[in-house]
C-alpha cells in the first residue's frame, strides 16, 4: 500500500502531457498508437513522453523503492 502511494505521489508531480500518457498507457491499458490517434498528437511526441516520463518516475520513487535507475 505505502509502495502505490510513493508511485501515486511520483506521477502526480509529472507535467500533465507526460502525466496523461503514462496514464493512458499503463493504467488503461492504449498502445502507443492509440495514445497518439486520442490525443491527436504525432506517435514520436507520445513515446518521447512516455519515456521522459519513466526516466522522470524512476529518480522520483527509486529512492523510495529501491528501483534501478
Do not use: C, H
Amino acid at each position: 500500500a505505502e509502495e502505490g502511494e510513493i508511485l501515486r505521489s511520483a506521477v502526480m508531480r509529472l507535467n500533465p502531457e507526460q502525466r496523461e500518457a503514462i496514464e493512458m498507457a499503463y493504467f488503461k491499458g492504449l498502445t502507443q498508437q492509440e495514445i497518439a490517434s486520442r490525443l491527436d498528437e504525432p506517435l514520436g511526441t507520445v513515446k518521447a513522453r512516455i519515456r521522459r516520463g519513466i526516466v522522470r518516475l524512476r529518480k522520483l520513487v527509486g529512492p523510495s523503492l529501491r528501483l534501478p535507475a
